[in-house]
């Protein structure tokens, strides 16, 4: 049976850093050992990216069973885009706490770690989020009880979370070995061009 992947989006979120788990699941179901399914979800119908794509999501939240799905991935995105509006609303935390509380991986790139941290989760557990010169990101993570470390990538327990857009694919090949295993990991990674 094929594990279920969330990708929850918000409003405003970063197109590259959704297209990178697109792009190795997708990789992964032609031409590595499958067994991967992703699913786009979002609050709304219909998501601006932060430099103006529309996206359509497959579903909104409310036509999808949570249970179902096996770990949730959040991409991060501008707050002049309006990202915070749908990361920071309660059906997000709902969706975020849910995963924790059922021992499910959770992914996230750059600022979506935020969203982690204001759904509670975070606190007492190591993590990163966005690490630009003059950035209050990091600040701001670790205000909400986490221990800021860092590492480009950080995984505590089941959560991982990382520093900027460069960290994405890092992030997603994480995602499929956990899924899938090392060895098929980096077959999808040669295939892709990555070097091992």
Known sequence: MAKKIMMLLADGFEAVEASVFTDVLGWNQMEGAGGT???????REK????WN??????????QVNVSEFDVLVIPGGFE????YEDAYSTA?????RYFYEQDKLIATICV???????????QGKKATTYNGVGSIRQAQLQAFGAEVLPDPIVRDGNIITSHNPSTAFDVAFLVLEELTGQANTNCVKTLMGFKK
């Open 80 to 83: 002049e885009a309006g990202f």
């Open 47 to 50: 998501l601006s990216c932060t």
């Open 53 to 62: 794509f529309t996206v359509l999501p497959e579903y909104t939240l409310e």
């Open 92 to 96: 997000f935390s709902d969706v975020i």
């Open 37 to 43: 399914e992703l699913v786009t979800v979002g609050l």
């Open 112 to 122: 979506a770690a935020l969203a982690l941290g204001n759904s509670g989760i975070l």
